[in-house]
């Protein structure tokens, strides 16, 4: 289900983080499913449990899952939460555009990459708009 990158420059609870969001956006965990607990997802990733609990304590803080005294946390999925994640995903466009515009990629020709790479992009599971 997730899968730590130990070259990711990121700390493990924010990739942790960035996996559940997705798995909850796109529909794998769907809304009021009981998240794995904090022992045995730290047993599954062999890290420590205390970057788990800080995941979900983030996940919370975000709105991505609720915790119930003494059964664990669910899964409480919002459509708001898919637009603040397509502003997040924006954002880091943004930054890529003006990155690309200061080594010379116009908009033009970041348009036609995009067109051309659609195919890709969507047998990934995005759309083709």
């Known amino acids: ?60 803080r975000q709105g991505f899952i609720y915790t119930v005294k003494g059964r664990g946390a669910f899964v409480a999925f919002d459509e708001k939460l898919l637009d603040v994640r397509k502003g997040q995903i924006f954002e880091k466009l943004k930054e890529l555009v003006r990155e690309a515009g200061e080594i010379g990629i116009g908009g033009r020709e970041l348009a036609g990459w995009l067109l051309k790479d659609q195919e890709k992009v969507g047998a990934l599971g995005g759309t083709n708009e």
Do not use: H
Not at 3 to 32: M, S
Not at 42 to 56: F, G, K
């Open 1 to 60: 289900m997730i899968i730590i990158d130990y070259k990711d420059a990121r700390p493990i609870y924010e990739q942790v983080v960035d996996k559940f969001q997705k798995l909850i956006l796109t529909g794998v965990l769907e809304p009021n499913t009981r998240m794995p607990s904090v022992r045995s997802l730290a047993v599954e990733l062999s890290i420590n449990p205390n970057t788990i609990q800080r995941a979900y304590a983030e996940l919370e």
